[in-house]
């Protein structure tokens, strides 16, 4: 399984960025997809995931209110639009899937917010 992400770049405070992610299988098999940021720091940390059964679950009430967590499942693609960004929201962003026993993670794409 590879998970190829992308959409990050340099945004301004109070833009917004969408991320893709696309899997080389059927997303379709997957029991939890998600987002992570890995920003300075020891710790990967969630931002939104989505169950196979389009359960999603994010970080916290303030993230909910600003991302959406999606998938097209016809194009095997996870995406993450966020609005009202804030240089806090810097960082790599990951996409990782779950499927029984196992995990897959993609490359990360980095999301710089400017002040």
């Known amino acids: 399984v590879q998970l190829q992400a992308s959409g990050g770049g340099l945004v301004q405070t109070g833009g917004s960025r969408r991320l893709s992610c696309t899997a080389s299988?059927?997303?379709?098999?997957?029991?939890?997809m998600a987002w992570y940021r890995e920003a300075p720091g020891p710790e990967r940390e969630l931002v939104a995931q989505?169950?196979?059964?389009?359960?999603?679950?994010y970080a916290n009430p303030v993230m909910k209110a600003r991302a959406t967590i999606s998938r097209d499942i016809a194009v095997n693609t996870l995406y993450l639009q966020v609005n009202s960004l804030n240089p806090e929201d810097s960082g790599v962003y990951y996409c990782?899937?779950?499927?029984?026993?196992?995990?897959?993670w993609g490359q990360g794409t980095l999301v710089t917010v400017s002040s």
């Open positions: 990782g899937a779950r499927r029984h026993d196992r995990i897959f």
């Open positions: 299988v059927n997303i379709s098999t997957m029991d939890v």
């Open positions: 989505i169950t196979s059964t389009g359960t999603t679950v």
